[in-house]
């Protein structure tokens, strides 16, 4: 089982990236995946969710204005549209999958993959 994010680069304030996360090895579209991020120097927090029923979607409050959680079941793959970054968007992002249902606790996801950075420049 595998998740493999990609899409992270540099980019300056106010633009935009969309992050992907393909999974293999099983089919994920009764499982929640989720994206999480890692600041230099901080914890990793919990970015965004996206239950297997579409259309249901969790977002950290700060977030939900500028960021886009989809997926994809056909394709197994999860999507983060990231709009107006910020410096502070500066993170390793992390894709994670669960089957206990949308959480914001890390502890609960059963899947994560390798982590995609994405640098925002001022």
């Known amino acids: 089982v595998q998740l493999q994010a990609s899409g992270g680069g540099s980019v300056q304030a106010g633009g935009s990236l969309r992050l992907a996360c393909a999974a293999s090895?099983?089919?994920?579209?009764?499982?929640?995946m989720a994206w999480f991020r890692q600041a230099p120097g901080k914890e990793r927090e919990f970015v965004a969710a996206?239950?297997?029923?579409?259309?249901?979607?969790y977002y950290t409050g700060s977030m939900k204005d500028r960021f886009t959680v989809s997926r994809d079941n056909v394709k197994n793959t999860l999507y983060l549209q990231m709009n107006s970054l910020k410096p502070e968007d500066t993170a390793v992002y992390y894709c994670?999958?669960?089957?206990?249902?949308?959480?914001?606790?890390?502890?609960?996801?059963?899947?994560w993959g390798q982590g995609t950075l994405v640098t925002v420049s001022s």
């Open positions: 090895g099983r089919t994920f579209s009764t499982y929640t």
């Open positions: 994670a999958a669960g089957a206990s249902g949308y959480s914001t606790t890390e502890g609960l996801y059963d899947y």
């Open positions: 996206a239950s297997w029923r579409i259309g249901s979607t």
